[in-house]
Nanobody
Framework: QLVDSGGGLVHAGGSLRLSCVAS????????MGWFRQLPGKEREFVAA????????YYADYVKGRFTIFRENAKNTVSLQMNSLSPEDTAVYYC????????????????WGQGTQVTVSS
């Protein structure tokens, strides 16, 4: 089970940190990541990290603004989001991957319930 939290309403240029707590799986064995779903759009890849957290990957539209990190001792993965813009408004989902095809939703083994992020202009 993945439980997302940390969403909310923020002004453009602001920051938020999303967190995800995992249970019922061997957390360090899973590559973890975040997807988002903008209003009226398909879910899209945001960021991913390997099991150890050593390697991270980002979609071009968040690179340099978002940071993914994990704490295996706490079974958590987080997404620090800076310089937010209204275009980042979406429901954000924590994911545990079944494969390394990070950009593809069909690579996801488990989904969180989602947390809403709204950025006002």
């Amino acid at each position: 089970q993945l439980v997302d939290s940390g969403g909310g309403l923020v002004h453009a240029g602001g920051s938020l940190r999303l967190s995800c707590v995992a249970s019922g799986l061997t957390f360090s064995s899973y590559h973890m990541g975040w997807f988002r779903q903008l209003p009226g759009k398909e879910r899209e890849f945001v960021a991913a990290t390997t099991g150890s957290g050593t390697n991270t990957y980002y979609a071009d539209y968040v690179k340099g603004r978002f940071t993914i990190f994990r704490e295996n001792a706490k079974n958590t993965v987080s997404l620090q989001m800076n310089s937010l813009s209204p275009e980042d408004t979406a429901v954000y989902y924590c994911v545990a991957y079944g494969s390394r095809r990070y950009s593809y939703a069909d690579s996801v083994a488990y989904w969180g319930q989602g947390t809403q992020v709204t950025v006002s202009s």
